[in-house]
């Protein structure tokens, strides 16, 4: 349910003198911890993600990347920028 969606309805209700105050903020702090939640659960997917990554192996040695790149425009030996350790 979009954001705005979810805090139209209790709003509604608090206008229409249906629900107190207290519930209408109960109601919006509801959806922030739920935003709160999704966000936490989305940064550790990405966390566990880059764990399985690294875990199988993933990323380069710096010692032989460095010794085999060759920069694409100057032939010239690439800049190495992230290291699997």
């Known amino acids: 349910m979009p954001r705005a969606q979810a805090t139209a309805t209790p709003r509604a209700r608090y206008a229409a003198g249906d629900i107190a105050l ?30 399985l990554y690294k875990a199988l192996g993933g990323g380069w ?15 010239t030996a690439a800049p190495v920028a992230f290291s699997s350790r």
């Not at 990347?65 to 694409?72: D, E, M």
Request: cysteine-free; glycine content about 2%; charged content about 15%.
């Open 22 to 51: 207290v519930e209408l903020l109960a109601a919006q702090r509801s959806l922030h911890e739920a935003e709160t939640a999704a966000a936490r659960a989305h940064t550790n997917a990405a966390v566990q993600l880059v764990a």
């Open 61 to 75: 040695d710096v010692s032989t990347a460095a010794s085999s790149a060759t920069h694409p425009l100057r032939g």
